[in-house]
Nanobody, 114 residues
Framework: QVQLVESGGGLVQPGGALRLSCAAS????????MRWFRQAPRKERELVAR????????YYGDSVEGRFTVCRDNTKNATYLQMNSQRPDDAAVYYC???????WGQGTQVTVSS
């Protein structure tokens, strides 16, 4: 079955960096684009980044453009989200999803606080 397991969340100070990972299994990973979403309390779910199946094309939400970088390693069936220059409003649960299959991971919590 399809599984998506996010990891790498935690507490980071403003201005700091974190790298999230998403390990995928149960489907042809290299054939699908992947997306990262986040959801903070009392806020709508937000698309953070998207990466094409080959990794050639990426998209970023306006709020993270220039600070976050999405990449993938199709040999490891994994996608990563490098988050730099973090701000308090980056705090949220971050999820990875498979575009077109409707599967979500359990999420990983990111807290940005001094």
């Amino acid at each position: 079955q399809v599984q998506l397991v996010e990891s790498g969340g935690g507490l980071v100070q403003p201005g700091g960096a974190l790298r999230l990972s998403c390990a995928a299994s149960g489907f042809a990973f290299s054939s699908y684009a992947m997306r990262w979403f986040r959801q903070a309390p009392r806020k709508e779910r937000e698309l953070v980044a998207r990466i094409s199946s080959s990794g050639t094309n990426t998209y970023y939400g306006d709020s993270v453009e220039g600070r976050f970088t999405v990449c993938r390693d199709n040999t490891k069936n994994a996608t990563y989200l490098q988050m730099n220059s973090q701000r308090p409003d980056d705090a949220a649960v971050y999820y990875c999803t498979v575009l077109g299959l409707g599967y979500w991971g359990q999420g990983t919590q990111v807290t940005v606080s001094s």
